[in-house]
């Protein structure tokens, strides 16, 4: 027993320690499998972050920076530290240093944002500066590179980030490909934005398949064929914008199942159709455009339905019918364009009912009837602009229109109105432009004219007023447009020559009653504006002349103590607002101080080794600035910078730019007016000049039929808001192909503002010819008077000059002297380009050729406004009738033969 219980002892106490030893051995081989994985889990973290730091640092993006990197600026971590954001500062210079940068070491970044960093690819470079790194971070959700300049087409790897929520590729210069249909991927995509490039096909079918879509931007665009069908079933869309592109065909009726819409924007595109029904059912649509398209069919009679609109937008396209009394409405409507349609009938009585209404353009129709004005117009209290221009209208012009205490602009002629001018109309004390001309008006011009203080352009020509001109016009303290011509006045002209010296444009011509008092006003109408010498204004000024100069030295002697007390802490205090990096847009409070160091390193002083070009008054210079922002300098030579004239001149460009915006007029970010050294800083145009793009093989080719034509359109554009819609109206005078600059794009803007005005800086505006020899208007020669339709005679030989690619001159003197009937306008095209064969392109040359010819008419009064030539071209409501190799140029001067409305 004792040997049994012995063993079995034994073979207990084996059975433990073989059980202990397995445990160990277990629990060791356990441990260490799992130690090294805990400890390389630790690591890993660890090491990535170091990864990202790495990465951070090597970037050269952040200087001076702490090594807790989630506090730089733009960087965004997660509790863990690891890096989820990088948001970069506007405006750096990456370019090359982001080859440098390494995304594929923030695997857990959610927000990308490079906009505004001057990134670019070219189809020239062998490597693009957008890595496709990019393209592996599968956890992004936010995308930015808007407002860069990328060339290339999208980059395919865009579609593997399958959890974007925004993407925004705008404002590039995207000039390849199409829109990858592989974008129906981004099932979460919210926010879409590729406006501002240049892509081209169709829009593919795969952004109907978007479910989450809210905002759609498209615009700005060559995008052509017609708008997706079935966009009508992302009913999340607030926001579509497909405006300024190449599309056809008509507008879906199922986008009024989108009833979550707020803003649509189809305008600028070859839509033809009618309006659907089905949009007036968007009950929260807030702006709804369609201009500028071939819309045809009648307003809706339940454009009433659309309770929230306050901008609509339905100018220039071929609607017909009435203006139905359902849209009167609206009652938050504040804009409201119908002009250039073909719509008819009277306007509506209870328009007034409109009492929000800021803007009303209803211009260029077939309207008739009067102009009702009923009790209700004291609802017009936030009106501004009134235009009813070129309609059938017929009456009188009511005096209730005085009871619009915010009227500024005015526009009423090209009418049939008879009557007088209502006194009353001395009651709008904001009207600045009044422009009633080509009417049937009589009766003798009310003196209560004089007392509109902010008037400063009156147009009363093609009338048949009498009587003589009021005296009290000449008191008009911002008058600088006056059209006073063809009508029946008589009597003495009353403006005196200082008048003349402030007023910009008078015309009195066609009234052969007027009696003259005053040695300027000549046949010719020259104008000459010598102060006056009498003894006692000379009298008058004698105790200023004596006292001011002792004044401003006392005064300059006490300034002048204060200014070296506190030159140290004024130097301190503008070294600290000054930076080596600093924004170019800085500058633009219009002293230059900010970034004057920049731009002196920039060219190193104005070496000639940056001049791109060199005129009679001035050189420009192509500057990269720190930020990395190109721009081009336009600076004064120094010795005619010390003529007062020429730096009046030089002052004067810089505040007509300033104070005017247009996308085909050269932007201006600021200037230097220092005497010792005057410059303008521009936006740099790549391109160059039109006229070096025409004389210049290559890029002539370059330059196709289409492309011409939007330049010409531009520079209409361009003349016709300087002519009409800035107040008082700017005459550039010196309209070239050397003063017209095109971007990468081929985008056309005038430039050169001012340049006209240093030819002679002792005479006045009135007396003197200016402009580019071959381009000036020919009564300049006789008449020395310079008016708009000088601008539009040199408008003429600049879009002749951008088909032909060459000056029209010799063409011009051959049809002075021989017949036109055999001179075809395929034979003077630019023969460096195969003739235009497709119809739309045909048809938009014809049009140029024709516009131009009409430009170019001997009679200033004959020639069409840049108003009616800008509308001309945005209505495109032409076809032709026979192929344009079968049109001469005798033809050219009777469209009717060929076009067809």
Known sequence: MLSSKSNSNSNNLLFVIWSVSLFYYATNIIFTISIPYVVAGSTSSASSRELELEALHNSGWWENTSDVHCKWTGIVCDEAGSVIQINLPHWNTLEDKLGKFNFSSFPNLVRLDLSCNMLYNDYTLSESSVPDQIGTLLKLKYLNLSSNRLYDKLPLWLTNLTELVELDISRNHIIYGSIPPEIGNLKNLIYLDLSHNRLQGTIPTAVAHLPNLTSLDLSDNQLSGSILSGLGSLTNLIEINLGYNQLEGSIPSGLGSLTNLIEINLGYNQLTGSIPSSLCELSKLTFLSLASNQINGSIPAEIGNLSNLVDLRLNDNKIRGPIPSSLCELSKLTYLSLASNQISGSLPQNLTKLSELTYLDISSNQLTGSIPIPTAIKNWANLKHMKLLGNSLNGSIPPQIAKLPSLSYLDLSYNTLSGSIPPQIAKLPSLSYLDLSDNSLSGSIPPQIAKLPSLSYLDLSYNSLSGSIPPQIAKLPSLSNLDLSYNNLSGIIPFPPSLICKTSIIYLDGNPFLENKYSWYEKSYSVSCHPSSSKKRIANFLPIAIFLPIAIFIVSIILGYFYYSKRKVKKTQSQSRVTKHGDLFSICNYDGTIAFEDIIEATEDFDIRYCIGTGGYGSVYRAQLPSGKVVALKKLHRLEGEVPAYDKSFRNEAHFLSQIRHRNIVKLYGFCLHKQCMFLVYEYMERGSLFLVLTSEVEAMELEWT???????????????????????????????????????????????????????????????????????????????????????????????????????????SLASTSTQNIMLNDVLDARLQAPASGVVARDVVLVATLAFACLHPEPKSRPTMLRISQEFLASRYSLAKPLQKISLSELMNPDTYLIN
Do not use: W
């Open 707 to 813: 492309q011409r034509v939007n330049v010409v359109k531009g520079i209409a554009h361009a003349l016709s808001y300087m002519h009409h819609d800035c107040t008082p109206p700017i005459l550039h005078r010196d309209i070239s192909s050397n003063n017209i600059l095109l971007d990468s794009e081929s985008k056309a803007c005038v430039a050169d503002f001012g340049t006209a005005r240093l030819l002679d800086p002792d005479s006045s505006n009135h007396t003197v010819i200016v402009g580019t020899y071959g381009y000036v208007a020919p009564e300049l020669a006789f008449t020395m008077v310079v008016t708009e339709k000088c601008d539009v005679y040199s408008f003429g030989v600049v879009a002749l000059e951008t088909l032909m690619g060459r000056h029209p001159g010799e063409l011009l003197q």
